[in-house]
């Protein structure tokens, strides 16, 4: 059991104004043991927390939470934050079923005034409480924390480019840690570094004394040597100024001596937006996760003294493992292959990709829109871009996507990895959705893989298409233990497969849903109800005869897909009412992902919330045949 008297005291910021400089380091120290102690046996994100730890307990300390509104970049930093904020009791529950998220939601909390998990959404958010606030004429502070990996997607130069042009008073604290879920990558990431590296940089203005006033001493010797620096000193503080924002930093992020006065300097200016640089260290505070390559960013349960993290030993490889290897092989034949990844190259095997060939691998940073369109330009002239994003973050890059890539049909390939329902991420992660904004577009050619083979296919088949762009999806984790050819057969274009052939029931799937049909197949056929069972494989173009055999020789016909409503199921059901197979007795129903957000919990449990499982697939069978299960006397 962790001791933790004072951290006990503290139900709410509240608890926290009159704490004096040492309770506060107190504070800090048993709130990061406490972190520390829920995440061993939660697993979670653990790095980007213990970083924040000191800057937590000095906003909730300083502000006036949640009447002054505290944002938080992705929100997989806010562990320290729920602690502190009323939400210790249920902390031991963070991504588990039932529990708390892993990210800030509003509907768990008003100190969550902003709900994220997708990153570099604070600043906008941030200005529009802030523009809200002085609209109505309110008092009150907006306090957005954003990492250096955060500030380097289009979004927050967006959003820093319209509020540095305002008066509107907006706190924004980019939190520097020099990571991102990999080493941090990009211009910007360098002027960060040259901007801490060059320390005693700061340059003085008016506000910028009364900022340093309070400082400790070192800070104030810093502050009096940047008076003298040039003003056209090449720095972090010059971009951001030059952006319209008042610059303050670098700052120990871990030094609370330090933070504290300075915060309270920016918490006393009235006007404009400020940005505060604090410099801190990921995974700070624990030895395992400071001195690992990842900072512990994300991390699965964990012996807090060794550090050492619980392995469950895979039955079959990662969907994952078996793309980058498919695709390494295949940019073995064929030296226009190029990868792409959004600073997720561990997620997305591109990691492997680029030990592979490292010339032929880019990490753009957290830059999705920029992805597609670096990809379009590839493909335009000449190469074959595999841009591989999860199905969630591909959101961000729609417009290009429509406009750059579909409309001038440049073969770009979409590795869409985490397709469907991914567990302890919860909603904000679900790959529900890109089946219906990818195959809504023209010249869009679309795959799912139903396991680990046909996704080896599935790399070979878009390395051989040229004629346009095209997607094939798959989902996290492992796969199901078939045997994987050395390298993938091409497939052909818009071809699915009978897996199983019955008479009276058809299960069209799409994806990698095909395992829990079969399972259904197999207990139907016991009820007395022969079940045919086919893989779409393709969701665009659709296997039209296919489409048309089953419905014409089954009575039921029915999809299923791990993907949100207007998907595969849809462009079947289009499929069928334009052959006018729809006027008659065809007996069709669409099993999709419900019209809901599902929280998190294992996939297994969230899959049967959905009623996408092998059970779901039985009961809709009876349903839709009108009759009870129990009722299998004269099923056949
Ligand atoms: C749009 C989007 N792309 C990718 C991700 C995946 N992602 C989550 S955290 C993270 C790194 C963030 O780095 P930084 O902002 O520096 O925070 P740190 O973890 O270093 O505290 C990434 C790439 C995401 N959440 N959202
Ligand atoms: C916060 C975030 O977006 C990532 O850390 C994400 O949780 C990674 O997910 P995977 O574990 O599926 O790679
Ligand atoms: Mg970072």
Redesign the pocket.
């Known amino acids: 059991m962790v001791h933790t008297p004072l951290l006990d005291t503290v139900k709410t910021p509240d608890d926290m104004k009159d704490l004096s400089r040492e309770q506060l380091k107190q504070l800090a120290d048993e709130l990061r043991t406490e972190v520390i102690d829920a995440v061993s046996v939660t697993g979670g994100h653990l790095?980007?927390g213990l970083?924040v730890v000191e800057l937590t307990v000095a906003i909730h300390h300083l502000f006036n939470t949640p009447s002054d509104k505290l944002i938080w970049?992705?929100g997989?930093?806010c562990y320290p934050h729920k602690v502190l904020t009323g939400r210790r009791d249920r902390i031991r529950t963070i991504r588990q079923g039932g529990g708390l998220s892993g990210f800030t939601k509003r509907a768990e909390s008003d100190y969550d005034p902003f709900g994220a998990?997708?990153?570099?959404t604070s600043i906008s958010a941030g200005m529009g409480f802030a523009t809200a606030r002085d609209l109505d004429g309110r008092e009150g502070h907006v306090i957005s924390v954003?990492?250096?990996?955060?500030?380097t997607?289009g979004m927050a130069y967006e959003a820093m480019n319209n509020a540095g042009a305002t008066d509107s008073r907006q706190i924004v604290i980019l939190?520097d840690?020099d990571?991102?879920?990999a080493p941090?990558v990009g211009a910007m990431s360098n002027l960060l570094a040259r901007t801490v590296s060059s320390g005693g940089y700061q340059r003085i203005r008016g506000m910028a004394k009364s900022i340093v006033k309070d400082a400790p001493r070192p800070i104030k010797s810093t502050a009096k040597k940047g008076e003298e620096y040039t003003r056209g000193m090449f720095t972090g503080g010059t971009w951001f100024e030059e952006l319209g924002f008042f610059y303050v930093g670098p700052v120990d992020g871990h030094d609370l001596d330090a933070l504290i006065p300075v915060l309270e300097n920016v918490k006393n200016m009235k006007d404009g937006p400020v940005l505060v640089h604090v410099v801190t260290q990921?995974g700070k505070g624990y030895a395992p996760a400071e001195n690992s390559a990842d900072k512990y960013?994300g991390v699965s349960k964990f012996n807090v003294v060794t550090g050492v993290q619980s392995k469950s030993t895979p039955n079959a490889p990662s969907y994952t493992n078996v793309f980058a290897d498919a695709l390494i092989k295949e940019a073995q034949k064929d030296d226009k292959i190029v990868g792409i990844t959004?600073?997720?190259p561990g997620g997305t095997g591109m990691k492997a990709f680029g030990e592979a060939f490292p010339k032929r691998m880019f990490d753009v940073g957290?830059a999705?829109q920029h992805a597609v369109t670096f990809a379009g330009g590839l493909a335009a002239d000449g190469y074959k871009p595999f841009c591989a994003i999860y199905s969630t973050?591909l959101q961000?890059g729609y417009d290009q996507l429509v406009h750059d890539i579909a409309l001038q049909n440049l073969p770009v390939r979409f590795a869409m990895d985490r397709a469907g329902l991914v567990g302890a991420d919860g909603p904000t992660h679900a790959g529900a959705f890109d089946i219906a904004y990818m195959a809504c577009l023209p010249n869009m050619m679309l795959m799912a893989a139903a396991d680990e083979a046909e996704l080896t296919h599935m790399v070979a088949t878009a390395v051989a298409y040229n004629e346009g762009p095209c997607g094939f999806r798959y989902p996290r984790g492992e796969g199901t233990g078939v045997a994987i050819p050395e390298i993938g057969q091409v497939l052909e274009i818009g071809k699915g497969r009978i897996i199983r052939e019955g008479s009276r029931i058809a299960l069209l799937s799409y994806g990698t849903r095909l395992g829990e049909c079969i399972t259904a197949a197999e207990q139907l056929e016991t009820l007395g109800l022969s079940t045919t069972v086919a893989d779409a494989r393709f969701a665009k173009p659709l296997d039209s005869a296919l489409i048309k055999r089953l419905a014409d020789e089954h009575e039921v016909l029915i999809t299923i897909e791990e993907g949100a409503v207007g998907g595969f199921g849809a462009m079947v059901l289009h499929d069928l009412a334009a052959a006018g197979r729809l006027d008659s007795g065809l007996k069709i129903r669409t099993m999709t992902l419900p019209d809901i957000y599902i929280d998190q919990d294992t996939p297994h449990k969230m899959y049967q919330q959905a009623g996408l499982d092998a059970d779901a697939i039985v009961a809709k069978v009876f349903q839709v045949l009108g009759r009870h299960q129990v009722d299998t006397a004269n099923l056949a």
């Open positions: 790095g980007a970083g970049d992705v997989h930093q998990a997708h990153s570099s954003i990492g250096d990996g955060s500030i997607a939190n840690n990571m991102s879920i941090p990921k960013h959004a600073a997720m957290i999705e973050f961000r």
